[in-house]
């Protein structure tokens, strides 16, 4: 039965891949900055910051699941941080033409 062994590697490398999904959520944060990146150093204790070489497999190779908890933290400081200032980029943009006459 190859079919059948086939589908439980497949079942396993999804359930696997499934246990990682928080990690790779906090890491792959789009406002995760630099000085985000300097706490994760901080926690893991060696210094970890995507550059262009960087993969989703070599972070996943670091075994990070210990330190999730806190990085699942900094990333989610990261994402309100992000949010904000989008926020502001909005109104400057709202604000930008804009000229008050004090009379």
């Known amino acids: ?55 989703l497999s070599k972070f996943l190779d670091l075994n990070l699941e210990q330190h999730l908890e806190r990085l699942e933290g900094i990333s989610e400081g990261a994402s309100k941080e992000y949010k904000l200032e989008k926020m502001l980029e909005r109104m400057q943009g709202e604000w930008d033409g804009i000229e008050f006459a004090i009379l």
Do not use: Y
Request: hydrophobic fraction near 40%; charged fraction near 35%.
């Open 1 to 55: 039965d190859v079919a059948k062994d086939i589908a439980k590697h497949v079942k396993a490398e999804v359930d696997d891949f499934k246990l990682k999904l928080p990690l790779i959520t906090a890491l792959c944060n789009p406002g995760m900055r630099d000085r985000h990146w300097d706490t994760v150093s901080e926690v893991i204790g060696f210094q970890l910051k995507p550059d262009k070489d960087s993969t």
